[in-house]
């Protein structure tokens, strides 16, 4: 106990010191969990709305313009018996023209120049969540397509599928770039760390010489790197939080539209936590690298 509460001393008196370096080591590592935290910040909200998705999944089945009713009452035969869908709607080619209109009444007048409607009709299929993760959706969607009087299949798992994808290679790059820097405000943690360290070098030796435990010596240094890292990581969370207020504030109508209803999060109380933990432990890292030049 009293090891922790000298290195907490020591610390402190040591971050004063030389408070214009220190600061610049929490702005370094600020930077790092920032870059960190803006990626997990997206990726938590595009997983929440990829979840919500997956769970309304649905395909469209788009019947050709010469399709029988015989052929439609197959494939909607089919579908009942699957036991996939969770609710069907059939939509003719005028409603089709007509939701058109109304989704994208910027383009409506391109439609209305046409003489004749371009709109398919089509099977509109809810599927069921069950169905979906066991893999009896896609397999139904199959045996649909190679029905007669089937013009296209579009089964919402598959561009899913690709946006899951794309979003593993965003976490990816976004993870290494932030790796790079924590690599990097660890180093200026240690750098700042060893400018103290050198200050107190006559006061090192004489420690040594009278038999003073390694905790005594190194752990004021590791405890420095500490405070550097959690107040770095702190400092990142307010950066985060002002500019998703912002975001909210400027672009939260528009994206709650883009999103279907949905709105932003902010990072969960979990990653947060884990956030400052991760900017503890790349100070901490700096202070016990710089550390093991003092014995």
């Known amino acids: 106990m009293r090891a922790i509460e000298y290195a907490l001393k020591q610390a402190w008196a040591s971050l004063w010191r030389s408070r214009a370096s220190s600061a610049f080591a929490v702005v370094a590592i600020a930077l790092a969990m920032t870059v960190l935290g803006t990626l997990l910040l997206l990726t938590s909200n595009v997983e929440q709305l990829l979840a ?15 399709a029988t ?11 009942d018996g699957s036991g996939v869908a969770a609710g069907r709607a ?12 109304t989704d994208f009444a910027d383009l409506a007048s391109l439609a209305a120049g046409l003489e004749d409607n371009p709109f398919p009709a089509s099977v509109e299929v809810r599927v069921r969540p069950a169905a979906e ?54 180093v200026t943690v240690a750098a700042v760390v ?21 905790s005594f010596i190194r752990g004021p240094f590791v405890v420095e790197g500490l ?3 959690g107040a770095g990581a702190l400092l990142a969370l307010l950066f985060l939080w002002l500019g998703f207020a ?4 400027w672009w939260g109508g528009e994206l709650a539209v883009m999103l279907d209803g949905s709105s932003l999060r902010f990072l969960p109380a979990r990653l947060a936590v884990l956030l400052v933990a991760g900017g503890m432990a790349v100070g901490g890292a700096g202070g ?8």
Do not use: C
Request: no cysteine.
């Open 52 to 66: 919500q998705w997956t769970s309304a999944a649905e395909f469209s089945v788009f019947l050709r313009d010469d």
């Open 69 to 79: 009713s015989e052929q439609r009452g197959a494939i909607e035969a089919l579908i």
């Open 90 to 101: 059939y939509v003719s080619k005028p409603q089709a023209l007509a939701r058109f209109r």
């Open 133 to 186: 993760q066991d893999g009896r959706a896609a397999a139904l969607v199959g045996r649909v397509a190679a029905l007669p009087g089937v013009a296209d299949v579009r089964y919402d798992r598959e561009w899913l599928g690709r946006l899951a994808s794309g979003l593993d290679a965003v976490r990816g790059a976004g993870f290494a770039l932030a790796l790079l820097m924590e690599v990097a405000a660890a």
């Open 194 to 214: 060893r400018l103290g360290l050198h200050a107190r070098r006559d006061e090192i030796e004489i420690m040594q010489l009278v038999g003073s435990p390694m």
């Open 227 to 229: 405070l550097q890292g």
């Open 246 to 249: 912002l975001v909210n504030a």
């Open 288 to 295: 016990f690298a710089a550390s093991r030049h003092a014995a």
